[in-house]
């Protein structure tokens, strides 16, 4: 078994825990802002292309190449052009962003500004998850810091180059982790999805070019910078560059956020670096991503941290939770907790998500309570794939993820409680 | 130009069309609920989707654009299996009570899906029933119905500039309603109805007094009189397929005196009447230095939105009453004298393309003897359609047949005030005439036709030139109203209806409207008034009998207590 050392690798959390994340002299004293020196002495186009030679790839969860992102937005002529950063990370056993802002934030901002100045922007914001009050207070606080020290803020370093972050947050919506719903919260409506296209690199806050990336996307950008997109791309796997910190919770021996190259298995994040399950029970299934992601059981935890690999087997990783359930759960319990969180944060837009999201609740229930029949079934598989197919945005595609894997994976739970299959 | 292929036929079709438009070309109507041909692409329902050859998702068909090579089904198992699914899901959160339903046989949903086959619903119904909004005394706002297609709400916010109906809350529990799930009748709204006619389904719908005037023509001691609006004889053949743009006038006519109505009259006729009141109201504000701009007062849902939005501006308002309550006050004096009967026998029904009006015939300021309505009930353009179903009237096979005397002598300068830009066209030809004494040469004024949003025109009386400007629409009607704040509108006289295209676009008019279908009822209603032989409102001879025998002289005596009115600051 490999050791901790082994499977984990510092790139985004170097200073995490030895510096003061409120002290700005900190960072820079190690290594702050280096980055972003080099990166005003460099072109736009050039910044553009060494992210894309890094081959780093979106953290939020869809992971979209970030250098073919940036180019998007560098290539559209409308101005002004604005800047996103989503801190929303509303989707459950997910806190890494949170652990990011509260250890690093400079780091972010230096990313941030790097992006700004690489894509011609002057404006930008953290989209701040509105539970996060100590991550609100210490980027606010840094982006003043920052501001005091010429990092941001009208001509950076005294450069001609000008840019400003504003901190914002939401009620506490779950879609406001949706990009487009993101950006109507952030013009002051009510967070709902938009049509696509356009996508947000050519229409999205005020139906201007923005670049919208996860807090963990920006934050790997200064080191990208200093070390370039080799180095980078060294790390991990050939269609994973880099790291992905993991948010590992449930039932193990040691829960928190880890900094993993991209290749290492699920299993011996737990193992290793969770320290096993608690109380040396066997493992039920891990939920991988979050809320909306999949749960797998324990003959498939040797699959590997890689987007391909999980894009192989029709599986996604999303923003890289790692939740461990033991047996001592209920499949269908856990499922109906999760369903429960999708039928309150469906946004209510369109039918698919609105209306199925509670019926699926409903149908999921006669199963709990042995009262199924065979037409439920086949009503529950067809109403999932509906969803996925039909739903207006990511929401309401994603939610019948983790039911769908539990029908998939762990069909007994289901079937068994079928009347018919009962009195058979 | 690109090449596609739907259910197997190719075809080239233009880059950037939707699938849906693309598929309208192939013959093949997909089934939609949220889509509207004149609102931004909501693609809520979900309703639309379609196959698409590579496409792991069903793409709705209203927001996806074609791509070249693109292979479609619109039929596939897949999209039947998802349609019906999508229906039963809304269904299953739907008062689904057809049969006593306002929208029976004319349902957007049930069409839909019956047309998808949907026999039984698999999902259990989940709607927690709410009370039904009566408050307001124009429209019924019933949750229980409401699909949340947000089409009344992109209607109120993005062509009236209100938002009194937003979607409150999330998810299973989203409603639409007024903010804070307040009632109508507590917020300001101004009752034009342009929801009700963009719902596809019952959630909101004009408060129905079908059964008022049903049991006033039964009553055998009432007297019962009609008049029609200009902009019904427009658009009541809809109602029975006809095509849009087809005018009924005299079909309209004999299918009332078919409901059993004593008396048929025409709005037209108290339409005349107004330009020659408001004509000269504008003429004496010009002479003695009144407040200008002076704006009309026809439209009942335009009042409601200067008495609540702007009533700082309410003495521009012209003081005369719309041509329904103008009637309305003769009917029920200088008609009752002439025909002998006693006013509070008498039981006046007005047919309107409106919802407004509803209000508008209950106000305080409406009643002449201070007691009783002018005008006893409203029914929209729709109701009438459902009355005449009722009776079983075939309206495409009746003769037409002529108005009653003595309001039943019309001009083409009424006819017109059903579009926007008729009233000021109507009292620019009359007051022309009047100031200089000189026949008028060209009657039309095309600057001030038409769905353009503020139109202008300026005619010259004799050395003095009459700026006048036109808005429909309460989001036109806003900023001409910010305008007149600002001291930018140098006007002497503004028409402003408060729905887009006039009263041809009223909140009561059959549904299904379109601006394409608003265009055909303008091009008809001009139509009808080249056609009449007269087209001034002052040539008209009924007219002049009125004041000969009755009314004495404009602006006069009993002018002032008959056909004029005050308004309220009713800001909330």
Redesign the interface.
Known sequence: MKTKSELTKSILTARCGKIDPASIDDYIKAGGYKALKKALKMTQMDIVEEVRASKLRGRGGAGFPSGAKMEAVLNTEETPKYLVCNADEGEPGNFKDKYLMENDPYQLIEGMTIAAYAMGMVKGFIYIRGEYNRPIDLVSMALKKAGEKGFIGKNILGSDFSFDVEVRSGAG?Y?CGEEFALIESLEGK?GRPR?KPPYPTISGIYNKPTLINNVETFSNLPYILNEGAEKFAAVGTESSTGTRLVSLSGNVNNKGVFEVPFGVSVREIIDVLGEGVSGGREIKMVQIGGASGPCLPDSMLDIHMDYDVFARNSLSMGAGAVIVIDERFDVLEIVRQIMKFF??????????C??????LL?ILYKFISFTATR?DLA?LE??C??M?????CGLG?AAPTALLSTLKYFREEYTSRIVEEMNA | MVDITINGKQMTVPRGITILKAAKMAGIDIPTLCYHPDQFVKANCRVCIVEVEGDKSLPSSCSHEVRDGMVIHTNSRRVLEARKVILELLLANHDADCLTCHRNLNCELQKIANQAGVRVNRFENVLEKLPVDFSSPSIVRNSNKCVKCGRCVDICREVQGLNIVEKIGRSGDIEVMPTFGKYLSDVACVGCGQCSTVCPVAAIYEKEEIEEVWEAINDPEKHVIVQTAPAVRVSIGEEFGMEPGSVATGQLVSSLRRLGFDKVFDTDFTADLTIIEEGNELLKRMKTGGVLPMLTSCSPGWINFIEQYYPDLLPHVSSCKSPQQMFGALAKTYYAEKAGIAPENIFCVSIMPCTAKKFEAGRSEMRVDGQHRDVDAVLTTRELGRMLKQAGIDFTQLEDEEYDDPFGITTGAAVIFGASGGVMEAALRTVYEVVTGKPLLRLNFHTIRGLGGIKEAEVDLDGTIVKVAVAHSLSNAREMMERIRAGKAEYQFIEVMCCPGGCIGGGGQPYHTTDDIRMKRIVSTYQVDEELPLRKSHENPAVKRLYSEYLVEPLGEKSHHLLHTHYVNRKK
């Not at chain 1, 944060?345 to 698919?352: R, V």
């Not at chain 1, 609105?354 to 019926?359: D, M, Y």
Request: hydrophobic fraction near 25%; charge should be positive; include cysteine.
């Open positions: 919506a879609i009510a049509n039928k309150h944060e469906s946004c209510g837009k369109c039918t698919p609105r209306e199925g999201n509670r019926q409903r037409q009503l067809s109403l794939s509906v996925v197919q039909t739903s207006f595609q």
